[in-house]
């Protein structure tokens, strides 16, 4: 079964909702194994990327789990807590989606003046931002707020003072995860993993003084932060 359609944040969220239908409808039972990254790809006919970031929101989501050196398995319905949040977190859910729709435009764009404009000294500063986060998950510490830096060196490098004025107005609250302390997704490492990934794609687009890439790099970015709530919101009873 070829899955076809543009984008890879589309193609994922189409494995994600396909393999989230058999979990839910007993197809996939507690224990069960997933299929190989192979067989997976060759099934969807999507790419290894693809596929890894349709398991991490999965994961993320409590419904697999990673068992090293056997494979990915379907979680046991006590493992799976529905991710209930605290009365106040749900309630900061619309205004995250909102925020992200808005960081989606403005740093979409910011990086790709980002790429054009961007002096050495700034494409240090974003590259040890980045550095910085991948230290911080190596030793289990909170990486909100190298998260922050990554985005704010971003914005600094346009050499558009507005960029940097509307990320220093939100502060460390853009970083979404901040804001929800209960999910399990602020300090899972392969989450966290896969949020570096995205920041090293745009990093290199900037590197290369490839604007258009840049832009893509970072709307796919703000584009998975905004699945992955939109499935919280879904999960949160009514």
Sequence with gaps: M?????????LAQQVIDQLRQQIETGKLQAGD???????????????RTVVREAIADLRAAGLVKPVQGKGVFVSEMTARPGLVLTPVEIKGIPETLELLEF????EGEAAAIAAYRRTAEQEAAIAAANRKMAALIEQGLSTVEADYEFHLAVAI??????????????????????????LPEANDRAYLEKVHAEHTEILAAIAEQDPDRAR?????????????????AEQQPQ
């Design 2 to 10: 070829t899955i076809i359609g543009r984008g890879r944040q589309r």
């Design 33 to 47: 194994q997933l299929p190989t990254e192979p067989q997976l790809e060759a099934t969807f006919g999507v790419s």
């Design 103 to 106: 960081r989606m435009a403005a």
């Design 157 to 182: 490098a346009t050499n558009n003072r507005f960029y940097v004025d509307v990320l220093r107005h939100f502060g460390a609250r853009t970083i979404p995860r901040g804001q929800f302390p209960t």
């Design 216 to 232: 893509q790099a970072m709307r796919a970015h703000m584009t998975a932060s905004q699945r992955r709530y939109r499935q919280l």
